[in-house]
Protein backbone atom coordinates (compact mmCIF):
# COMPACT_ATOMS: atom_id res chain seq x y z
CA UNK A 1 0.00 0.00 0.00
CA UNK A 2 1.29 3.46 -0.71
CA UNK A 3 2.99 4.91 2.06
CA UNK A 4 0.79 7.33 3.84
CA UNK A 5 1.78 11.08 5.58
CA UNK A 6 1.80 11.59 9.05
CA UNK A 7 -1.78 12.92 10.58
CA UNK A 8 -1.22 16.96 10.98
CA UNK A 9 1.24 17.29 8.43
CA UNK A 10 1.04 17.67 4.82
CA UNK A 11 4.12 17.04 2.26
CA UNK A 12 6.01 19.87 2.91
CA UNK A 13 6.22 19.74 6.78
CA UNK A 14 3.01 21.98 7.35
CA UNK A 15 0.22 21.92 9.60
CA UNK A 16 -3.00 20.51 8.42
CA UNK A 17 -5.71 22.65 8.49
CA UNK A 18 -8.37 20.33 10.51
CA UNK A 19 -11.99 20.84 9.58
CA UNK A 20 -15.46 19.51 10.93
CA UNK A 21 -16.16 17.04 14.18
CA UNK A 22 -13.43 15.24 14.08
CA UNK A 23 -10.49 16.75 12.56
CA UNK A 24 -8.49 13.58 12.32
CA UNK A 25 -11.06 11.68 10.13
CA UNK A 26 -10.82 14.68 7.69
CA UNK A 27 -6.97 14.38 7.67
CA UNK A 28 -7.06 10.97 6.58
CA UNK A 29 -10.45 11.20 4.08
CA UNK A 30 -8.20 14.37 2.53
CA UNK A 31 -4.80 11.75 2.66
CA UNK A 32 -6.97 9.25 0.73
CA UNK A 33 -8.45 11.41 -1.93
CA UNK A 34 -4.71 13.03 -2.47
CA UNK A 35 -3.67 9.66 -3.08
CA UNK A 36 -6.38 8.69 -5.09
CA UNK A 37 -6.01 11.69 -7.24
CA UNK A 38 -2.31 11.44 -7.74
CA UNK A 39 -2.66 7.55 -8.74
CA UNK A 40 -1.21 6.12 -6.19
CA UNK A 41 -4.52 4.50 -4.74
CA UNK A 42 -5.50 2.31 -7.56
CA UNK A 43 -8.74 0.56 -8.99
CA UNK A 44 -8.94 -3.04 -7.15
CA UNK A 45 -6.48 -2.01 -4.26
CA UNK A 46 -7.10 -3.48 -0.98
CA UNK A 47 -7.50 -0.82 2.23
CA UNK A 48 -6.82 -2.34 4.58
CA UNK A 49 -8.19 -0.91 7.94
CA UNK A 50 -5.82 -2.22 10.59
CA UNK A 51 -2.39 -1.00 8.77
CA UNK A 52 -4.81 2.59 8.27
CA UNK A 53 -5.05 2.91 11.92
CA UNK A 54 -2.16 1.87 12.84
CA UNK A 55 -0.56 4.33 10.40
CA UNK A 56 -2.54 7.21 11.67
CA UNK A 57 -2.38 6.09 15.15
CA UNK A 58 -6.65 6.05 15.48
CA UNK A 59 -8.72 3.49 16.65
CA UNK A 60 -10.02 1.51 13.46
CA UNK A 61 -13.35 2.67 14.13
CA UNK A 62 -12.41 6.23 13.00
CA UNK A 63 -10.46 4.55 9.87
CA UNK A 64 -14.33 2.46 9.03
CA UNK A 65 -16.26 5.75 8.91
CA UNK A 66 -13.97 7.03 6.73
CA UNK A 67 -14.13 4.40 4.26
CA UNK A 68 -17.72 4.32 4.63
CA UNK A 69 -18.00 8.04 3.60
CA UNK A 70 -15.83 6.89 0.82
CA UNK A 71 -17.98 4.38 -0.24
CA UNK A 72 -21.18 6.46 0.01
CA UNK A 73 -19.51 8.86 -2.51
CA UNK A 74 -18.96 5.35 -5.14
CA UNK A 75 -14.89 5.36 -4.85
CA UNK A 76 -14.18 2.59 -2.01
CA UNK A 77 -16.72 -0.51 -2.22
CA UNK A 78 -16.93 -2.86 0.65
CA UNK A 79 -16.41 -6.78 -0.40
CA UNK A 80 -18.35 -9.71 1.95
CA UNK A 81 -14.87 -11.65 4.35
CA UNK A 82 -12.39 -9.36 2.27
CA UNK A 83 -12.57 -5.57 3.23
CA UNK A 84 -12.42 -2.42 1.55
CA UNK A 85 -11.34 -2.00 -2.15
CA UNK A 86 -10.93 1.05 -4.53
CA UNK A 87 -13.68 1.34 -6.82
CA UNK A 88 -12.88 0.11 -9.90
CA UNK A 89 -15.72 1.65 -12.51
CA UNK A 90 -17.65 0.20 -15.41
CA UNK A 91 -17.70 1.40 -19.34
CA UNK A 92 -21.00 2.44 -18.39
CA UNK A 93 -19.85 4.40 -14.97
CA UNK A 94 -17.02 5.94 -17.14
CA UNK A 95 -19.70 7.40 -19.73
CA UNK A 96 -22.03 8.42 -17.00
CA UNK A 97 -19.20 9.91 -14.78
CA UNK A 98 -17.67 11.96 -17.99
CA UNK A 99 -21.31 12.77 -18.86
CA UNK A 100 -22.13 14.28 -15.77
CA UNK A 101 -18.45 16.34 -15.34
CA UNK A 102 -18.74 17.91 -19.02
CA UNK A 103 -22.27 19.84 -18.33
CA UNK A 104 -21.38 20.16 -14.74
CA UNK A 105 -18.22 22.39 -15.52
CA UNK A 106 -19.42 24.18 -18.77
CA UNK A 107 -21.92 25.51 -16.75
CA UNK A 108 -19.58 26.25 -13.35
CA UNK A 109 -17.53 27.85 -16.40
CA UNK A 110 -20.03 30.09 -17.50
CA UNK A 111 -20.75 31.41 -13.73
CA UNK A 112 -16.88 31.79 -12.83
CA UNK A 113 -16.99 34.33 -16.01
CA UNK A 114 -19.80 36.17 -14.71
CA UNK A 115 -18.34 36.51 -11.39
CA UNK A 116 -14.59 36.64 -11.82
CA UNK A 117 -12.44 39.49 -10.41
CA UNK A 118 -9.10 40.53 -11.16
CA UNK A 119 -8.05 38.75 -8.09
CA UNK A 120 -9.75 34.95 -9.36
CA UNK A 121 -7.80 36.13 -12.98
CA UNK A 122 -4.90 36.45 -10.83
CA UNK A 123 -4.94 33.30 -8.86
CA UNK A 124 -6.03 31.43 -12.16
CA UNK A 125 -2.75 32.61 -13.65
CA UNK A 126 -0.86 31.54 -11.01
CA UNK A 127 -2.08 28.26 -10.66
CA UNK A 128 -1.38 27.78 -14.54
CA UNK A 129 2.42 28.57 -13.90
CA UNK A 130 2.40 25.92 -11.08
CA UNK A 131 0.62 23.60 -13.19
CA UNK A 132 3.19 24.25 -15.84
CA UNK A 133 6.35 23.69 -14.03
CA UNK A 134 4.42 20.28 -12.29
CA UNK A 135 3.89 19.10 -15.64
CA UNK A 136 7.39 19.69 -16.46
CA UNK A 137 9.51 18.49 -13.27
CA UNK A 138 6.90 15.66 -13.60
CA UNK A 139 6.09 16.48 -9.81
CA UNK A 140 4.12 12.91 -8.09
CA UNK A 141 1.28 15.53 -7.75
CA UNK A 142 0.61 16.50 -11.15
CA UNK A 143 -2.52 14.86 -11.33
CA UNK A 144 -4.01 16.52 -8.44
CA UNK A 145 -2.69 19.90 -9.59
CA UNK A 146 -3.84 19.71 -12.67
CA UNK A 147 -7.16 18.29 -11.21
CA UNK A 148 -6.79 21.83 -8.62
CA UNK A 149 -7.32 24.11 -11.62
CA UNK A 150 -10.85 22.84 -12.39
CA UNK A 151 -11.50 23.24 -8.31
CA UNK A 152 -10.82 26.65 -8.48
CA UNK A 153 -12.79 27.58 -11.35
CA UNK A 154 -16.14 26.25 -9.21
CA UNK A 155 -14.92 28.41 -5.96
CA UNK A 156 -14.51 31.59 -8.36
CA UNK A 157 -18.37 30.25 -9.72
CA UNK A 158 -19.19 31.09 -5.79
CA UNK A 159 -21.82 28.14 -5.66
CA UNK A 160 -20.58 25.19 -2.85
CA UNK A 161 -23.14 22.89 -3.83
CA UNK A 162 -21.78 22.97 -7.56
CA UNK A 163 -18.23 22.81 -6.04
CA UNK A 164 -19.12 19.79 -4.05
CA UNK A 165 -20.64 17.90 -6.66
CA UNK A 166 -17.38 18.36 -8.93
CA UNK A 167 -15.14 17.26 -5.91
CA UNK A 168 -17.11 14.13 -6.44
CA UNK A 169 -17.26 14.00 -10.21
CA UNK A 170 -13.05 14.53 -9.96
CA UNK A 171 -12.66 11.93 -7.54
CA UNK A 172 -14.37 9.23 -10.12
CA UNK A 173 -13.33 10.40 -13.53
CA UNK A 174 -9.56 9.69 -12.04
CA UNK A 175 -10.53 6.30 -10.92
CA UNK A 176 -12.17 6.03 -15.09
CA UNK A 177 -8.98 7.46 -16.74
CA UNK A 178 -6.77 4.63 -14.30
CA UNK A 179 -8.74 2.11 -15.36
CA UNK A 180 -9.34 2.89 -19.24
CA UNK A 181 -6.71 5.12 -20.31
CA UNK A 182 -5.32 4.06 -24.05
CA UNK A 183 -1.64 4.88 -22.43
CA UNK A 184 0.05 5.16 -19.02
CA UNK A 185 1.56 8.64 -17.67
CA UNK A 186 0.01 12.18 -17.61
CA UNK A 187 -2.37 13.65 -19.91
CA UNK A 188 -1.15 17.30 -20.13
CA UNK A 189 -3.68 19.96 -20.94
CA UNK A 190 -2.07 23.23 -19.89
CA UNK A 191 -2.68 24.86 -23.15
CA UNK A 192 -6.82 24.00 -22.28
CA UNK A 193 -6.65 25.07 -19.23
CA UNK A 194 -4.64 28.71 -20.58
CA UNK A 195 -7.29 28.58 -23.34
CA UNK A 196 -10.15 28.41 -20.55
CA UNK A 197 -8.38 31.73 -18.36
CA UNK A 198 -8.27 33.80 -21.16
CA UNK A 199 -11.91 33.32 -21.52
CA UNK A 200 -12.85 33.75 -18.09
CA UNK A 201 -10.99 37.29 -18.14
CA UNK A 202 -12.57 38.42 -20.68
CA UNK A 203 -15.63 37.47 -19.78
CA UNK A 204 -16.81 35.03 -22.95
CA UNK A 205 -18.94 32.50 -21.16
CA UNK A 206 -20.18 31.01 -24.53
CA UNK A 207 -16.61 30.86 -25.81
CA UNK A 208 -15.59 29.41 -22.38
CA UNK A 209 -18.32 26.79 -21.97
CA UNK A 210 -17.80 25.64 -26.07
CA UNK A 211 -13.75 25.11 -24.77
CA UNK A 212 -14.49 23.08 -21.45
CA UNK A 213 -16.96 21.04 -23.74
CA UNK A 214 -14.20 20.84 -25.90
CA UNK A 215 -11.61 20.18 -22.62
CA UNK A 216 -13.62 17.23 -21.83
CA UNK A 217 -13.82 15.54 -25.57
CA UNK A 218 -9.86 15.41 -25.46
CA UNK A 219 -10.21 13.64 -22.31
CA UNK A 220 -12.41 10.82 -23.29
CA UNK A 221 -10.84 10.56 -26.23
CA UNK A 222 -7.57 9.46 -24.55
CA UNK A 223 -9.86 6.61 -22.84
CA UNK A 224 -10.73 3.18 -24.25
CA UNK A 225 -14.19 2.51 -23.65
CA UNK A 226 -14.51 -0.52 -26.37
CA UNK A 227 -15.77 -3.80 -25.82
CA UNK A 228 -12.48 -5.49 -26.16
CA UNK A 229 -11.56 -3.34 -23.12
CA UNK A 230 -14.86 -3.83 -21.23
CA UNK A 231 -13.95 -7.96 -21.90
CA UNK A 232 -10.02 -7.40 -20.03
CA UNK A 233 -12.03 -5.43 -17.19
CA UNK A 234 -14.29 -8.54 -16.76
CA UNK A 235 -11.87 -10.71 -16.99
CA UNK A 236 -9.87 -8.67 -13.97
CA UNK A 237 -13.28 -8.84 -12.02
CA UNK A 238 -13.26 -13.07 -12.37
CA UNK A 239 -9.69 -13.83 -11.45
CA UNK A 240 -10.13 -11.58 -8.23
CA UNK A 241 -13.54 -12.92 -7.10
Not at 68 to 96: Q, W
Not at 169 to 186: D, F, P, T
Request: aromatic share 4%; proline share 3%.
Amino acid sequence: MVGIPQVGMDGQGKSDKVRGKHPVEDVIYDRLVDAIIDKHLRPGQHLNEVKLADAYGVPRSRVRRVLERLRDEDVVVFELNKGAFISRPTIEDAHNVFEARRHLECVVVRLACERATADDIDSLRRHLADEREAFEALRPNVNRTAAEFHVLIAEIAGNPVLERMLGLLIRRCVLVQSVYEKKSGILCLTDEHSHLVECIAENHPDAAAAQMAHHFDHIVSSLDLTETRRNEVDIYEFARS
